[in-house]
């Protein structure tokens, strides 16, 4: 599993109120990327992170915003969860070694906005 | 990157080889052919890549045709814990990391 760790696995929030999920990893590894997953829409992009401080964003990056401050952990905030934003989201990592270029994915978190 | 066309479902008999085709005409010539699948409620997992050589590793086996144009992964010996969605993906393998573009998939279905 790459060492990625997902927290919370389950949330359920309500329409309005802030939510922060957290992604952690133990192996020093500089992309990490957040991915949301809806039924007929396959993965999407939402943001990721080339290295410390450096974020770039996604296909869907409206409404939420990320944070690295440090290496091992990358942060995607809902500033105001909408219906909308129900999804499972997945953190993932990149490992390059010669010519692969391989992400590996956390659990997952399964965030329900009501 | 590329755009891949895969079927959207297909089923294999337990025990048979499940041969799983991807089209993707317009692929360049630095882009690679990855396969990953996503077991139900799991994250996605990485399966096999290439460039334009056949692969083999101990999950499948990477056909990709002469013109690049179109590919088959193949599970030998396809088991019920192989049910799942498998995406192809083209993306070139380089040093940004990459992001990967997920189509819809194959859903597999092995039965017993």
């Known amino acids: 599993d790459a060492g990625i760790t997902q927290s919370p696995r389950h949330k359920v929030t309500e329409t309005g109120t802030p939510v922060t999920l957290r992604c952690h990893q133990t192996?020093?590894?500089?992309?990490m990327y957040w991915y949301r997953q809806d039924p007929g829409h396959g993965l999407r992009l939402i943001h990721y992170s080339y290295g410390v401080k450096d974020t770039d964003k996604g296909e869907v990056s409206d409404g939420y915003s990320v944070s690295r401050s440090k290496t091992e952990d990358f942060l995607l905030t809902l500033e105001s969860a909408t219906s909308s934003q129900t999804s499972v989201y997945f953190c993932a990592i990149s490992l390059r070694a010669g010519s692969k270029n391989i992400q590996y994915f956390g659990a997952g978190t399964r965030l329900s906005v009501l | 990157d590329a755009k891949t066309t895969q079927p959207t479902s297909m089923d294999c008999a337990e025990g048979r080889a499940a041969n799983l085709p991807c089209n993707h005409s317009t692929i360049s010539g630095n882009e690679y052919v990855y396969w990953y699948r996503q077991i139900h409620s799991q994250g996605p997992q990485y399966i096999i890549h290439?460039?334009?050589n056949n692969e083999t590793n101990e999950m499948a086996s990477l056909i990709i045709t002469e013109d690049r144009k179109s590919s088959t992964l193949i599970l030998p010996h396809a088991t019920l814990r192989d049910t799942a969605v498998y995406y192809c993906i083209v993306r070139v393998s380089d040093n940004q990391g990459g992001k990967l573009i997920f189509g819809q998939g194959t859903e597999l279905s092995v039965k017993p």
């Open positions: 290439g460039l334009k």
């Open positions: 192996e020093n590894h500089r992309y």
